[in-house]
Nanobody, 124 residues
Framework: QVQLAESGGGLVQAGGSLRLSCAAS????????MGWFRQAPGKERELVAR????????DYADSVKGRFTISRSNMRNTIWLQMNSLTPEDTAIYYC?????????????????WGQGTQVTVSS
């Protein structure tokens, strides 16, 4: 059974940085695309960043381009989200997700496995 465990969230001041980790277990991630999504109170879950199975292809929401970086290590069965220049608008629960295919998808519906999420709060 695939399990995803996020960590690294917390409270940070505007302009600060956080690095989220997502450790996968139950199945090697090497053949599968992964993604980071977020959900703020009263809003729908939205894509933050996605990465294909090899890490060669990445994509970002316009709101985080140039500030966030998604990466993965298939050897370590882990993906990361480096978040810089954080703003209060980045406050949300951040979720890691795994797809059943090697190419990534921008839609949450395209992912079969989800972590429990980690809270990121950015104060002004």
């Amino acid at each position: 059974q695939v399990q995803l465990a996020e960590s690294g969230g917390g409270l940070v001041q505007a302009g600060g940085s956080l690095r989220l980790s997502c450790a996968a277990s139950g199945r090697a991630i090497a053949n599968y695309a992964m993604g980071w999504f977020r959900q703020a109170p009263g809003k729908e879950r939205e894509l933050v960043a996605r990465i294909n199975y090899s890490g060669a292809m990445t994509d970002y929401a316009d709101s985080v381009k140039g500030r966030f970086t998604i990466s993965r290590s298939n050897m370590r069965n882990t993906i990361w989200l480096q978040m810089n220049s954080l703003t209060p608008e980045d406050t949300a629960i951040y979720y890691c997700a795994q797809r059943e295919y090697s190419n990534s998808s921008p839609s949450p519906d395209g992912y079969s496995y989800w972590g429990q999420g980690t809270q990121v709060t950015v104060s002004s």
